[in-house]
């Protein structure tokens, strides 16, 4: 590559940072321009769910570098700054200021943003999501001993949020469709320890129950539900999921399907334009199938391979999914892929009740994805299964039988 070359970047997140990280580091001379349209410089997000919340993470602990960098590294990072076309024809990058950027290469890693209810009163003072540094700061501000926040959505977001949350000595109320939190990725086994967990630290769940109206005047103080029961309420936290922002890219003519379609390089139809993080559907050549992964382990691979990819060096963008949570004294990892539906078997090794087991997801006797809960030093094993083909479920049961052995 060409030192008079640009390479743009669309989203100031992890994805994003890494790339520009990783081009420096691959020996690119030209340009980077990285936009984002946060007032904040790149940082990592799971901070925002857990030890923000807490207490337990120093606020400038989830930057990916530190403030300095980018101007050491000739890196034009440019916050506040919202890219508002993609003009393929021209190689250029409209900003919302009119400005437009030429770019050699350009790399689209905007993220995603969370889902909303169609209920009244969404729009009030108190109704809260979390997505952005910004929005975790609000969140914090309202966990005060002997408030009273609602959580709508028992997904991995809203059930961190319900642990930081009690931990603070507020009273908690999760309204979830389902009939268990995390049911259609874990099945009814394994959400159970995740609901009992929580209902063991006090957390009061609405399962089967939807949100009619949030009432409040100016700010909320109450979510009624469609059978009538009235949740007095301080806060509400929405965490029904989130969209990929592929705006830009479907305007460009760019193939959108549940994310930014891409092959395994990370590269979609235009060979000049690549995506990576939240917002890519990337092809993955273990699982044979296209994949968009919204958790931290994607964006922090996936960036780097991105920009490999983008200097023309051969790339096939294979890591696992992986991700993590901690709840109380609950810590997991998770790496595989089991998409509802997909899975036929769970397989257990360990004690549910004791919160201390390995479980496995599996489908005509391979192992699809695995989860360690407060078991360490195991998921490059899980890793090894996923990859490999079908394995005796019994002995993989079997806690005596080591994992590297099977």
Same mark, same amino acid.
Not at 5 to 28: H, K, N, P, S, Y
Not at 32 to 55: A, C, H, W
Not at 115 to 126: E, K
Not at 243 to 251: F, G, H, V
């Given at each position: 590559?060409?030192?008079?070359?640009? #390479?743009?970047?669309?989203?100031?997140?992890?994805?994003?940072?890494?790339?520009?990280?990783?081009?420096?580091?691959?020996?690119?001379?030209?340009? /980077?321009?990285? /936009?984002?349209?946060?007032?904040? $410089?790149?940082?990592?997000?799971?901070?925002?769910?857990?030890?923000?919340?807490?207490?337990?993470?120093?606020?400038?602990?989830?930057?990916?570098?530190?403030? !300095?960098?980018?101007?050491?590294?000739?890196?034009?990072?440019?916050?506040?700054?919202?890219?508002?076309?993609?003009?393929?024809?021209?190689?250029?990058?409209?900003?919302?200021?009119?400005?437009?950027?030429?770019?050699?290469?350009?790399?689209?890693?905007?993220?995603?943003?969370?889902?909303?209810?169609?209920?009244? !009163?969404?729009?009030?003072?108190?109704?809260?999501?979390?997505?952005?540094?910004?929005?975790?700061?609000?969140?914090?501000?309202?966990?005060?001993?002997?408030?009273?926040?609602?959580?709508? !959505?028992?997904?991995?977001?809203?059930?961190?949020?319900?642990?930081?949350?009690?931990?603070?000595?507020?009273?908690?109320?999760?309204?979830?469709?389902?009939?268990?939190?995390? $049911?259609?990725?874990?099945?009814?086994?394994?959400?159970?320890? #995740?609901?009992?967990?929580?209902?063991?630290?006090?957390?009061? =769940?609405? =399962?089967?129950?939807?949100?009619?109206? /949030?009432?409040?005047?100016?700010?909320?103080?109450?979510?009624?539900?469609?059978?009538?029961?009235?949740?007095?309420?301080? @806060?509400?936290?929405?965490? +029904?999921? +989130?969209?990929?922002?592929?705006?830009?890219?479907?305007?460009?003519?760019?193939?959108?399907?549940?994310?930014?379609?891409?092959?395994?390089?990370?590269?979609?139809?235009?060979?000049?334009?690549?995506?990576?993080?939240?917002?890519?559907?990337?092809?993955?050549?273990?699982?044979?199938?296209?994949?968009? +992964?919204?958790?931290?382990?994607?964006?922090?691979?996936?960036?780097?391979?991105?920009?490999?990819?983008?200097?023309?060096?051969?790339?096939?963008?294979?890591?696992?999914?992986? =991700?993590?949570?901690?709840?109380?004294?609950?810590?997991?990892?998770?790496?595989?892929?089991?998409?509802?539906?997909? #899975?036929?078997?769970?397989?257990?090794?360990?004690?549910? @009740?004791?919160?201390? =087991?390995?479980?496995?997801?599996?489908?005509?006797?391979?192992?699809? @994805?695995?989860?360690?809960?407060?078991?360490?030093?195991?998921?490059?094993? /899980? $890793?090894?299964?996923?990859?490999?083909?079908?394995?005796?479920?019994?002995?993989? @049961?079997?806690?005596?039988?080591?994992?590297?052995?099977?």
């Amino acid at each position: 590559m060409s030192k008079t070359d640009t #390479f743009v970047i669309v989203g100031a997140g992890l994805a994003g940072a890494r790339a520009a990280q990783t081009l420096r580091e691959e020996g690119f001379g030209g340009g /980077i321009v990285v /936009i984002g349209d946060e007032p904040e $410089r790149p940082y990592e997000r799971p901070p925002l769910s857990k030890g923000l919340l807490t207490g337990g993470a120093e606020p400038d602990s989830v930057y990916v570098h530190d403030a !300095g960098w980018y101007a050491a590294h000739d890196v034009d990072l440019r916050t506040g700054t919202r890219a508002v076309a993609v003009d393929r024809s021209a190689g250029e990058v409209r900003l919302a200021d009119g400005q437009n950027l030429r770019y050699d290469k350009l790399l689209l890693a905007t993220g995603a943003t969370p889902r909303d209810l169609a209920a009244p !009163g969404v729009d009030l003072d108190g109704v809260l999501r979390l997505r952005t540094l910004a929005d975790s700061r609000r969140i914090a501000a309202t966990l005060v001993d002997g408030a009273h926040l609602v959580i709508v !959505g028992a997904g991995w977001i809203g059930l961190e949020v319900a642990a930081a949350a009690r931990q603070r000595g507020v009273t908690v109320d999760v309204v979830e469709t389902a009939a268990l939190p995390l $049911r259609r990725v874990l099945g009814d086994e394994i959400a159970r320890v #995740f609901a009992n967990l929580h209902r063991d630290h006090g957390v009061t =769940f609405h =399962f089967g129950a939807e949100v009619h109206e /949030i009432r409040g005047t100016g700010h909320v103080s109450s979510v009624r539900l469609v059978d009538g029961t009235d949740l007095p309420a301080d @806060a509400v936290m929405v965490a +029904v999921g +989130v969209r990929p922002n592929t705006d830009l890219a479907a305007a460009a003519g760019l193939t959108v399907e549940n994310g930014i379609v891409v092959d395994a390089s990370l590269r979609t139809a235009d060979p000049e334009i690549h995506a990576a993080g939240d917002v890519a559907n990337a092809y993955h050549p273990v699982l044979r199938r296209h994949l968009r +992964v919204e958790h931290w382990a994607n964006a922090l691979h996936g960036g780097p391979a991105a920009a490999r990819a983008m200097l023309g060096q051969p790339v096939s963008y294979d890591a696992l999914p992986y =991700f993590y949570t901690d709840q109380y004294d609950l810590g997991m990892e998770y790496v595989g892929h089991a998409p509802p539906g997909a #899975f036929d078997r769970v397989v257990v090794r360990g004690d549910l @009740a004791k919160r201390e =087991f390995i479980a496995f997801w599996t489908a005509r006797g391979r192992v699809l @994805a695995g989860m360690n809960v407060n078991v360490w030093d195991v998921v490059p094993s /899980i $890793r090894r299964l996923v990859a490999a083909g079908p394995v005796d479920l019994d002995r993989l @049961a079997d806690p005596e039988v080591p994992l590297d052995e099977l």
